[in-house]
Nanobody, 122 residues
Framework: QVQLVESGGGLVQPGGSLRLSCAASGSIFSLRAMGWYRQAPGKQRELVATITSGGSTNYADSVKGRFTISRDNAKNTVYLQMNSLKPEDTSVYYC????????????????WGQGTQVTVSS
């Protein structure tokens, strides 16, 4: 029953930064782990970052050290700060509520939004 609306994507040069936002519905938001996914054409969907209800985080190796996931439970919003962007980060980014927060075993349980396009190019 969680609905998500992603925003903040755009076109940025390599080395640049973007901050994505995900507005979630429902009072259960604060009780759920949340995650950011990305999916590029021809590739599988990849879970790149998770955050628990208590604020613990986990990152895929591909983004570790460059991306930071955070949440504001009062605003029912989760964020993804993306720094030092690379062309290979180009993708559509989605957020979702998770069952669990492990990158391997987490399962998305909310409805998928439209995502937000991130393009890293000169």
């Amino acid at each position: 029953q969680v609905q998500l609306v992603e925003s903040g994507g755009g076109l940025v040069q390599p080395g640049g930064s973007l901050r994505l936002s995900c507005a979630a519905s429902g009072s259960i938001f604060s009780l759920r782990a949340m995650g950011w996914y990305r999916q590029a054409p021809g590739k599988q969907r990849e879970l790149v970052a998770t955050i628990t209800s208590g604020g613990s985080t986990n990152y895929a190796d591909s983004v570790k050290g460059r991306f930071t996931i955070s949440r504001d439970n009062a605003k029912n919003t989760v964020y993804l700060q993306m720094n030092s962007l690379k062309p290979e980060d180009t993708s559509v980014y989605y957020c979702n509520a998770l069952r669990g927060s492990d990158l391997v075993f987490a399962v998305p349980v909310g409805s998928w939004g439209q995502g937000t396009q991130v393009t890293v190019s000169s």
